[in-house]
């Protein structure tokens, strides 16, 4: 069991610059099933979620070759198995974004349901509602979702109840390959949607309006494989600017496009930052105390829920009291109670937390809630009196990669400690 120690205090400075982003990263691996043969991607982080994906398409019959630590040469073509079991969707419920693409090559598949998990019960019913108007027909059989299409699909609109991320690139990977046009309304806009149906597009699939509320995807019968580069990671980004913002700065993160984040990078101003927008790089520094302002959730370009942990950090030693609103999860506030021990004053009201800035914080030893909580945690060590111990950091590295040397490249006292 490893944890991270933070000895607090240290002022940060200096330049870091982010990898290829998570979420992004495991669509477009998956999207790689839809066209037969040899695609490659670069700019993958090196990451554990990668892992499991990678797992993933192993077990459907690719073949994956590491060709250095941030490119992977996929063969799709030896695929032959449509069965995603449920020991590899418990490890990483983003395994179901090879729904979509199973069922667009093969009108088959099997992928086990995904159970809650830390952040909420977190369905996937819209995935399911929007496959089925594109003529997928569904079971559920042992716990795991029954897909079958008994003639072809078909495109048709869809109208989603609430712009989720995954149900629009489960919709979107199907539909390229269905009969006709297909349009998806109140369509996710994250920047990681416009990297998928950019590389589906290089694929040749035929997408308007990826970026929007409504996407408009013209069917075509095949695609060929490609090579892609992933976009930047604007959440790894925004962790790396917080800890800059807390523990002074100037702290420089780049490889990635700062319009990716810019509702947190004005939110960051609003708190009294100084944020300096270049070239696929921010800077960030903080000038005096942090200023107390009330932050919600929302689906992009509105504020992430993945930036969210991160920011209640800052919130939790400004001067003043504010409320942060969780809008896209129902359970994420989980890390307040571990900030609590380390002297912070949060109250959960539902999905809102009511955050009074302390003078301090102080160090303890806590436990990683889940990926962003974790990363937080070890933030707020950055800055608390003296030595915090995040433990359970499987979490993190889910989703950093080489979080400690990156930080310790940044001036910060930090650790990776065996047991
Ligand atoms: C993705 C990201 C995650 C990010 C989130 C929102 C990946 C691997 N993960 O998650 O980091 O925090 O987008 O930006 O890309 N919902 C339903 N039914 C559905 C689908 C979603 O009720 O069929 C609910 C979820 O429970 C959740 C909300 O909608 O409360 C948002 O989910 P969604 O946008 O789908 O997030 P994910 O794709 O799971």
Redesign the pocket.
């Known amino acids: 069991m490893e944890a991270i120690r933070v000895v607090g205090g240290r002022p940060l400075a200096g330049t870091v610059k982010v990898e290829g982003a998570?979420?992004?990263a495991?669509?477009l691996m998956a999207a790689t099933l839809m066209a037969p043969g040899v695609s490659r991607l670069t700019n993958v982080p090196n990451i554990s979620?990668v892992h499991v994906m990678g797992k993933v398409l192993k077990r459907l019959g690719a073949t994956i070759d590491v060709e250095d630590e941030h490119t992977l040469v996929i063969d799709t073509a030896p695929v032959a198995s449509w069965v995603t079991p449920y020991e590899l969707v418990a490890q990483m419920?983003?395994s179901t974004?090879v729904l979509g693409p199973l069922i667009a090559r093969f009108g088959e598949a099997r992928v086990a349901m995904p159970g809650g998990c830390n952040?909420?019960?977190?369905?996937?019913?819209?995935?399911?509602?929007g496959l089925t108007a594109l003529g997928v027909e569904f079971s559920v059989d042992h716990g795991d979702i029954k897909a079958h299409v008994p003639d072809r699909l078909r495109g048709t609109v869809v109208p989603l109840?609430?712009?989720?991320?995954?149900?629009?690139?489960n919709l979107l990977m199907a539909a390229v390959l269905a009969e006709g046009d297909t349009t998806i309304e109140n369509a996710?806009r994250?920047p990681?949607i416009c990297d998928l149906a950019e590389m589906l597009a290089e694929m040749g699939a035929e997408i308007e309006g990826a970026g929007s509320p409504t996407i408009v995807v013209h069917g075509v019968s095949e695609l060929h494989p490609v090579e892609h580069e992933v976009v930047g990671d604007r959440?790894e980004a925004g962790t790396f600017l917080a800890a800059g913002a807390l523990a002074g700065g100037p702290v420089t993160v780049e490889g990635f496009e700062p319009v990716h984040l810019e509702m947190v990078l004005r939110k960051y101003e609003a708190m009294g930052m100084g944020v300096e927008r270049g070239e696929r790089r921010v800077t960030i520094r903080r000038d005096g105390q942090i200023r107390s302002l009330d932050i919600q959730t929302l689906?992009?370009p509105g504020f992430?829920?993945?930036m969210q942990a991160q920011t209640m950090v800052l919130l939790s030693v400004a001067g003043g009291t504010c409320v942060v609103t969780e809008n896209?999860?129902?359970s994420r506030f989980m890390l307040a109670a571990e900030l609590a021990r380390m002297g912070a004053d949060i109250t959960i009201e539902g999905h809102h937390a009511i955050v009074h800035g302390v003078p301090a914080l102080s160090g303890a030893p806590v436990t990683a809630p889940d990926?962003r909580g974790g990363a937080a945690l070890v933030l707020a060590g950055l800055v608390a009196d003296g030595y915090t111990t995040v433990s359970d950091i499987h979490h993190i590295e889910r989703g950093y990669e080489n979080f400690v040397p990156k930080l310790q490249s940044l001036g910060a006292e930090v650790s990776l400690l065996s047991a």
Request: proline share 5%; charged share 30%.
């Open positions: 998570k979420n992004s495991l669509k979620d419920r983003a974004a952040i909420g019960a977190r369905k996937i019913d819209m995935h399911l509602a109840e609430f712009a989720s991320v995954g149900a629009t690139e996710a994250e990681e959440i689906p992009f992430p829920t993945d896209i999860f129902e990926l």
